[in-house]
């Protein structure tokens, strides 16, 4: 069964760090790319930040350059996104989704995790 | 960046009714590879997104052929041709083509 698990979420100070990994199993690892997205509490989907199925090429999100980081470990078939100078803006269920590409095209967020919440607050 | 432009976003529908939902981009979503990143995504309460819809009007497999979606460039819909109650959700539409994706602002579909 294709799964992706996500875990790390809390509750973080601001100003602080929390590091969010995302297992994956049942498919192929090192042959997707990989997404973060998350979602604030009664709000809508944001794109935080992605990976390409090697990990040569990350990107991320407005709202978030300079203080994530996306990395991922192909051999232990786990993603990361290590995020710092946290602030409650940042509170939200943090999703991991995965994305198929080939010489025909992509094939994106055909699964996605259940989410882990961070709450960023004092 | 692109912004998606969803509308409207309640839609109350009666059972057994068609529904229907807009979803505009500033740019084309026209990729260089020949394909359209446009995705639609149902999201239930509590849930995870489900994604219906890939590539402007490829259906995922399970998803009910009463879904469909069409569209080109930067204008694209989502089609339920008979709503049933199980279709009660937020869905959301996804462009993949210009970094950052991002999504429209979703439409919230009710039962009337």
């Known amino acids: 069964e294709v799964q992706l698990v996500e875990s790390g979420g809390g509750l973080v100070q601001p100003g602080g760090s929390r590091r969010l990994s995302c297992a994956a199993s049942?498919?192929?690892?090192?042959?997707?790319?990989m997404y973060w997205v998350r979602q604030a509490p009664g709000k809508g989907l944001e794109f935080v930040s992605a990976?390409?199925?090697?990990?040569?090429?990350?990107f991320y999100g407005n709202s978030v350059t300079g203080r994530f980081t996306i990395s991922r470990d192909n051999s232990k078939n786990t993603l990361n996104l290590q995020m710092g100078s946290l602030i409650p803006e940042d509170t939200a269920l943090y999703y991991c989704?995965?994305?198929?590409?080939?010489?025909?095209?992509?094939?994106?967020?055909?699964?996605w995790g259940q989410g882990t919440l961070v709450t960023v607050s004092s | 960046d692109v912004v998606m432009t969803q509308s409207p976003l309640s839609l109350p529908v009666t059972l057994g009714q068609p529904a229907s939902i807009s979803c505009r981009s500033n740019?084309?979503?026209?990729?260089?590879?020949?394909?359209?990143?446009l995705n639609w995504f149902q999201q239930r309460p509590g849930q995870p997104p489900r994604r219906l819809i890939y590539?402007?009007?490829n259906r995922d497999s399970g998803v009910p052929d009463r879904f469909s979606g069409s569209g080109s460039g930067t204008d694209f819909t989502l089609k339920i041709s008979r709503v049933e109650a199980e279709d009660v959700g937020v869905y959301y539409c996804?462009?993949?083509?210009?970094?950052?994706?991002?999504f429209g602002q979703g439409t919230k579909l009710e039962i009337k």
């Open positions: 989704a995965r994305a198929y590409c080939n010489d025909t095209g992509c094939n994106q967020g055909d699964t």
């Open positions: 049942g498919f192929t690892f090192s042959n997707y790319a």
């Open positions: 990976i390409s199925s090697e990990g040569n090429s990350t």
């Open positions: 740019q084309s979503l026209a990729y260089s590879d020949g394909n359209t990143y």
């Open positions: 590539n402007v009007s």
């Open positions: 996804m462009q993949g083509t210009h970094w950052p994706y991002c």
